[in-house]
């Protein structure tokens, strides 16, 4: 019968080296994905106060009274950040032959406005002869024509010069995923009035357009409305999320190394070793 014997200490101490390397090759991975959890937290912190000071900006200028519509010789050179979303008054003629439904999604700033319809676009000239473009307001689906090119919208006219207040906008950056405007139909997808206006044959366009506010038309549609910042502000549950992920993994991670090194490490117990038979150790037969 053989007996067991302890590893030797010669074998004990070549085990080191191994047990370094396999740390090692995993500390290397959990500290960049620390790093990476890290700095998507902070992005979401430095997002998390970007929104915050958008909507206090916000919430400022749609609480200022409206200010005259900036001057037509200004309109190259505006300052796209310190014009939008201040209220604005003005005096102009809509020519409602010349108007442009732009599909409506959901809006951020119109609580009051669900389900599917199109915002009406119609361009107003100004009493110098420049044209200002103005979402006038929403209208439902089920109350427009369907056939949009030749349809005679019922309502909502306003004759001669009227006194418009309304939000300054810029127009909508197209993306990859924005649908491709129908002028043939008169749809459009995007809130860009220099596009709607080349398509409608004006000049001396502004670059911005208004939404209107005030007046409310004849049996309410279009229906305007004064905008609302309603934007979502979920960023700090992002921030908790990442910056609680990194947590989690460093606590594991040092669990586990300390769990690794103690099953390791000099202090463990011997290992016994049982020799293979006929090696000529252990007790004679």
Do not use: C
Request: hydrophobic share 40%.
């Amino acid at each position: 019968m053989s007996t067991p014997f302890p590893v030797s200490g010669r074998d004990a101490v070549s085990a080191q080296p191994r047990r370094w390397r396999t740390l090692i090759s995993l500390l290397v991975p959990a500290a960049i994905a620390f790093a990476v959890l890290i700095a998507l937290g902070t992005w979401q912190l430095q997002r998390k106060a970007w929104k915050e000071a958008l909507i206090t900006t916000l919430n400022e200028r749609l609480a200022e009274p409206p200010e005259p519509l900036p001057a037509a010789a200004s309109w190259p050179t505006i300052d796209r950040d310190d014009t939008e979303y201040r209220r604005v008054a003005f005096t102009a003629t809509f020519d409602d032959s010349k108007e442009a439904l732009v599909y409506a999604a959901a809006s951020a700033f119109r609580p009051d406005v669900s389900g599917p319809g199109y915002w009406v676009f119609t361009p107003a000239r100004l009493a110098d002869g420049r044209t200002v473009v103005v979402n006038r307001g929403f209208v439902p689906q089920d109350l427009v024509p369907k056939d949009l090119a030749n349809s005679t919208r019922l309502g909502g006219h306003l004759d001669g010069p009227i006194a418009i207040t309304g939000t300054l906008r810029w127009p909508d950056t197209r993306s990859w995923f924005t649908p491709r405007d129908e002028p043939a139909h008169n749809l459009w997808f995007l809130r860009d009035p220099a596009t709607i206006a080349a398509a409608k044959g004006l000049r001396d366009v502004a670059p911005f357009y208004v939404e209107q506010e005030t007046p409310v038309p004849p049996g309410g549609y279009p229906q305007p409305g004064r905008l609302e910042v309603r934007l979502r502000n979920e960023h700090l549950q992002y921030v908790v999320t990442w910056y609680g992920l990194a947590l989690v993994l460093v606590v594991i991670f040092a669990v586990w190394a300390h769990s690794f090194l103690r099953s390791t490490g000099p202090q463990a117990k011997p290992e016994m070793v049982k020799p293979h038979a006929g090696s000529g150790q252990g007790e004679p037969g």
